[in-house]
């Protein structure tokens, strides 16, 4: 059964109380300013107590996250963030736990750990910032990285296959994911809201753009005079519609996904793909998180939010039962238990 | 019938051998368990293939079940043993070299047709030929008497197989002059649910009892049961239950929540299976995707209060390095448990050794002390996993505690204590809204930073793995406040020894010669240091279980002796961490890496050769 056991706060909260008093050190121009700052919108939000907030990172420049929070937090080590999440979350379910991660953090070093936190859909809300490239050591590849792609490490261009995190994501089989731009904010707090509400781990994955090493890299979906033409952003009921006349559509054809244009030959917004971010099955889905240009917009928005029992709350819920049903009741129970004898 | 006299013996070690299959590790529970019941000392030590069914009849598949039990006060499991019980000739061929000359050997002598004896490595039946003749061999027919014992109630030839073991327990039973009424109560207690098998192994048990009782080559020796145990309840307990239980009592004696994030593997998955039987204690227990984890989450945990764990052995120990490093640099308390085997890389997975101490020590980046501590025994590893919670969170660091698989499965009576009697543990907690609350800042005695628990009130913070401001614990580069901080997580190590017992000397402490020994060793060391005084020599012994830091009077000891030596399982290494502590004192060593624990006899010969040498 999912219980909420996050203490809710009494007072109404503000974006100052989560400032820190730390000097941001990411460099002018990074999409990290507008992630932190939708997340100082959504905190104050939730309703949760401030103290109640936990933020745990791992290595790169996203992960420098918890300093610039002002909540309880731990900057990690590389990729780890996931498995400090998890211990964090199980041992106090009573937290609010967020993961502030990259692509290299995330996908290479901590690959596993975040597949197996995703498995187990523990109650954690992980920020992935994907800026396609290993922005702290300056400049080498990531696994999210296009194919070809020249960087200090590739000076050929990278000989490797990159992943999509939401295509990683649902073969874990991830409970949540969704995507946002780090030029949207607007859609940034609505899916961060989302993640938040949603029991079992979220992913949100947050295109972001390193004006140092891998300027314009998210530019075919991001760019502003192509943003409405390569960008359809789902709500949960509605059909896929997108384009800068809102006159282009998703339809499910058979059983592939097709690009069609609303008033051309006899389509209209009924033969569009209603979202529904609820279904149990994935497949919908997973074809939602793969669609990417030229040929399809890119979806945002909550492409995933599938309701499952979390290991968190089963933790809870198999210590119920134990202590309801067992024998042993403290230590002095246990060490008498079973074959004891008397030397007199 | 035939009467036979009946032998007194202080001590007798007895070995269990066969297949994987043959049922070895429960006819040597159930033998420790009786002895135990009839009121001896032991100490017992299981030896198994790191195969899980090695092929059937090899000696790769050899499994095996040692006690030692006394009249005397008994530390180790024995180094050869007085009864051998073979239950194949592969068992046979596996063991004879640890038999004593002149052992009773009994073997199932059905077992030794020629196909088993071939592929036990036999070019022909060493019942037979001189293989055995130092022995006092016992051919007992145990599989068809086996058999013939269950035919009345119409067990079928293969379920018939699996109570072999309980035939070659009868005859053991005999052999001790018990009774049998004590294994056939706890058989019952054991497989309460089972009737059809308690009356099956009844029956296997009283014809192999029977058989014993017309075989006149079958000594009959009896064990007194033994004065030199204090009064108390009772019970057995491997090394790897009391780890467990020790921190169990830790968390309850604390108030802290336990955690545990581990990894299986052999030989400390134990601990793990253990801890996850006690939900209703509170145990939270996390079975990771990998060691790393295993410890990442233990210090995810450890940050918002609860008592952290992780358990592993020396391969695990070292993908756990970075991790430990956090939790330095962090300053959070965390219990590291390395049960320790065979190394290096995959090893020797189900045998012992010592050669985990410099990765423990030193297996880290940058200055990165922790603490190091290092059970002597079965039961000492309830002791030390209780001292190793209690000085992690008290003195908020990692610890690494470290066992090894001897212990791990080797097992002892443990006298059962009161968790009210052991001693209080006091995490510095930081109290909510506290003004003065600062991250790193420390308690003078013991240099501690307050355990600042999220959900409280007025103590948001953040730590990590950057170098941490003093007092503050923002981020920090700064040259001087770097060598501040390296040098205040130095002395916070070093000031645990405050807080330890001093190192004592037992045997006789104005010897000229002292030897030294360090973690699993001390059952052994002891037992041949009393053999050495038995014989009439002066010879001192100090044991170490505290390492890092080690006892604050351990100068004073070395500086008493002439000659030091230093025994271990290893090339040196605690010897050498010696000579880097303590340079003024000469010392020699002796060592073993052969994945097996010392013998008393290899011991009390070094060491008396170090008594004759000038």
Redesign the interface.
């Known amino acids: 059964m999912i219980k909420n056991t996050i203490?809710r706060t009494s007072v109404e909260l503000t974006k100052e109380d989560f400032v820190?008093d730390?000097m941001v050190k990411w460099c002018p121009g990074c999409g990290s300013h507008a992630i932190l700052s939708s997340i100082e919108k959504v905190f104050p939000k939730i309703g949760y107590?401030?103290?109640?907030f936990?933020?745990?990172?791992g290595?790169g420049c996203s992960s420098r996250f918890?300093?610039y929070v002002?909540?309880?937090?731990?900057?990690?080590?590389h990729g780890?963030a996931?498995?400090?999440?998890?211990?964090?979350?199980?041992?106090?379910p009573?937290?609010s736990v967020w993961m502030a991660t990259g692509d290299g953090d995330s996908m290479a070093i901590g690959g596993?750990?975040f597949i197996?936190i995703i498995r187990r859909n523990i109650d954690v809300n992980i920020l992935l910032f994907n800026n396609q490239i290993y922005g702290l050591t300056k400049g080498q590849y990531s696994p999210t990285t296009p194919m070809g792609a020249i960087t200090k490490s590739s000076p050929q261009g990278t000989i490797e296959h990159p992943f999509n995190p939401g295509e990683l994501v649902l073969g874990a089989q991830g409970t949540f994911f969704a995507r946002a731009t780090d030029n949207n904010p607007k859609l940034m707090v609505d899916v961060m809201f989302e993640a938040a509400k949603h029991d079992g781990t979220s992913i949100v994955e947050i295109l972001e753009n390193c004006v140092i090493f891998a300027d314009k890299t998210h530019a075919a979906v991001t760019a502003k005079d192509l943003r409405d033409d390569f960008q359809v952003i789902l709500k949960h009921g509605e059909p896929l519609i997108f384009g800068t006349n809102k006159d282009k559509g998703i339809r499910l054809n058979g059983t592939l996904l097709e690009v069609v244009k609303i008033g051309e030959n006899g389509i209209t917004e009924k033969d569009l793909l209603i979202h529904d971010q609820y279904s149990h099955d994935p497949g919908i889905h997973l074809m939602l998180a793969k669609m990417a240009p030229p040929h399809f917009p890119m979806a945002f928005g909550v492409i995933r939010s599938a309701m499952y029992p979390t290991y968190d709350d089963m933790?809870e819920d198999?210590?119920t039962?134990?202590?309801n049903?067992?024998k042993?009741?403290?230590?002095?129970d246990?060490?008498?238990s079973?074959?004891?004898?008397?030397?007199? | 019938m035939v009467s036979k006299n009946i032998v007194d013996r202080d001590e007798v070690v007895i070995k269990f051998v066969g297949d994987s299959g043959d049922g070895m590790q429960l006819t040597g529970t159930l033998f420790s368990?009786t002895a135990?019941?009839a009121?001896n000392d032991l100490a017992t030590f299981p030896d198994y293939p790191s195969e899980i069914r090695a092929p059937h009849n090899t000696v790769a598949g050899v499994s095996g079940f040692q006690v030692h039990i006394g009249r005397t006060k008994i530390h180790t499991s024995g180094d050869l043993c007085d009864v051998l019980v073979a239950m194949n000739p592969a068992s046979l061929k596996a063991n004879l070299k640890w038999a004593k000359p002149g052992a009773t050997v009994i073997v199932d002598a059905d077992s030794f047709e020629e196909d088993a004896f071939t592929k036990a490595g036999y070019t022909q039946n060493p019942l037979d030929d001189s293989t055995l003749s130092g022995f006092n061999l016992i051919k007992a027919p145990i599989s068809s008497m086996t058999r013939d014992a269950l035919a009345e109630i119409g067990l079928d030839s293969k379920t018939a197989e699996k109570s072999r073991n309980m035939f070659a327990l009868g005859i053991v039973c005999h052999l001790f002059s018990w009774n049998g009424e004590v294994t056939q109560s706890?058989l019952a207690?054991k497989f309460k649910n089972k009737p059809n098998i308690i009356s099956a192994n009844k029956l296997v048990l009283e014809a192999g009892y029977s058989y014993a009782d017309t075989v006149e080559a079958l000594p009959t020796l009896r064990v007194q049961p033994t004065k030199e145990?204090?009064?108390?309840?009772?019970?057995?307990i491997t090394g790897n239950i009391a780890t467990a239980?020790g921190f169990?009592?830790a968390s309850?004696r604390s108030g802290r929540?336990i955690?545990l994030?581990s990894y299986p593997i052999t030989p400390a998955t134990d601990i793990l299976q253990e801890l996850a039987k006690?939900?209703?204690?509170?145990a939270?227990v996390?079975q990771?995707?990998?060691e790393?984890?295993g410890i990442?989450?233990?210090?995810?945990?450890?940050?918002?209060?609860?008592l952290?764990l992780t358990t592993t052995s020396g391969p695990g120990l070292s993908l756990k390095s970075?991790?430990i490093?956090?939790a330095v640099m962090?300053e959070l308390p965390i219990v590291i448990v390395d049960v320790q085997r065979g190394g290096p890389s995959t090893g020797l997975p189900t045998k012992s050794e010592q050669s985990d101490l410099n990765q423990a020590l030193f297996g880290r980046n940058g200055e990165c002390p922790v603490v190091v501590i290092a059970a002597g025994s079965p039961v000492d590893c309830f002791y030390s996993a209780y001292e190793s919670a209690k000085i992690a969170m008290e003195h908020m660091t990692p610890v690494i505690l470290l066992t090894d698989g001897q212990q791990a499965n080797g097992s002892e009576l443990f006298r059962?204590?009161?968790?009210y009697d052991l001693p209080r543990i006091n995490p510095p907690i930081a109290e909510a809204n506290d003004p003065d609350y600062q991250p790193y800042k420390r308690d003078p005695k013991t240099l501690a930073r307050q355990w600042a628990l999220?959900?409280?009130?007025?103590?948001?913070?953040?730590?990590?793995?950057?170098e941490k401001e003093n007092i503050t614990g923002?981020?920090s580069s700064d040259p001087a406040n770097h060598q501040l901080m390296v040098n205040l997580r130095q002395a916070k190590v070093d000031k645990v020894a405050d807080f330890i017992p001093k190192l004592e000397v037992t045997g006789d402490p104005d010897a000229d010669l002292l030897v030294v020994s360090w973690g699993g060793t001390h059952g052994t060391m002891l037992t041949a240091v009393s053999e050495i005084i038995g014989q009439g020599k002066k010879i001192a012994h100090a044991h170490f279980k505290y390492i890092m830091p080690l006892p604050k009077n351990t100068k004073e000891i070395l500086g008493k002796y002439k000659k030091i030596v230093v025994c271990e399982l290893n090339m040196g290494q605690f010897v050498n961490y010696l000579r880097m502590t303590h340079p003024e004192f000469k010392y020699e060593q002796f060592n073993k890496v052969q994945g097996l624990p010392f013998m008393v006899s290899e011991l009390v010969v070094k060491f008396n050769q170090l008594l004759e040498e000038k």
């Open positions: 203490e820190s730390q107590r401030k103290e109640n936990m933020v745990v990172s290595i918890p300093y002002n909540t309880y937090g731990i900057h990690g080590i780890r996931a498995a400090i999440a998890s211990g964090v979350k199980i041992a106090s009573r937290l596993n750990h197996h933790v198999q210590i039962l134990a202590k049903t067992s042993i009741r403290c230590v002095d246990l060490l008498n079973g074959e004891t004898w008397e030397i007199k | 368990d135990a019941l009121g706890i207690q145990i204090k009064k108390g309840r009772y019970r057995n239980w169990l009592a309850e929540p955690f994030g006690h939900k209703s204690l509170g939270k996390f990771a995707e990998d790393i984890a990442c989450s233990a210090i995810g945990a450890s940050y918002t209060g609860s952290a970075e991790a490093g956090l962090t059962i204590p009161r968790v999220p959900g409280t009130d007025g103590l948001r913070h953040r730590i990590g793995g950057l923002n981020v």
